[in-house]
């Protein structure tokens, strides 16, 4: 009826949809989505009706996407235990330590426990990690876009 492709027509609503999605994550003021939508070339009235469109649907379209959102465990407790083999039949001097960690974890109201086993130099290193991890999430970079992601 419109004498257009259906590809035109599907990559028209695909980027309306990522407009309207990506502008309710950040939720942009009325003159930063005007300023955007500008830069598109279309018309003042189309303009106008697209801001009025986000303007009424911005808060609908929020809580849809944080429905949409993967439920993740979340820490509740942690147990842990350091165990050391001294020695065993065929050698009668060796230290062989293992810490062995239960991380209890709320999922969806369940809780529900992991157990891991691992030496301590592999232990050592995972600590490294995640404080480096820390540390960049300090970084101006990080932040921007944590900001963003809200």
């Not at 959102?69 to 842990?80: G, I």
């Not at 109201?109 to 991890?133: G, K, N, R």
């Amino acid at each position: 009826k419109l004498n257009v492709a259906a590809d035109t027509i599907q990559h028209g609503v695909e980027g309306l949809t990522y407009l309207l999605t990506e502008s309710s994550k950040l939720m942009i003021s009325e003159v930063d989505f005007q300023d955007s939508i500008h830069v598109l070339g279309f018309s003042d009235e189309l303009n106008t009706l697209l801001l009025q469109l986000y303007l009424d649907n911005r808060k609908e379209i929020r809580s849809i996407l944080s429905e949409l959102a993967p439920k993740l465990p979340s820490y509740h407790s942690l147990e842990w235990r350091l165990d050391v083999q001294l020695a065993s039949r065929s050698l009668r001097q060796q230290i062989k330590p293992a810490v062995t960690i239960k991380l209890h974890l709320n999922e969806n109201e369940d809780q529900t426990a992991q157990v891991l086993q691992t030496d301590p130099s592999t232990l050592l290193h995972l600590i490294q990690q995640l404080e480096q991890a820390l540390g960049e999430m300090k970084t101006n970079h990080c932040r921007r876009i944590v900001r963003n992601m809200k």
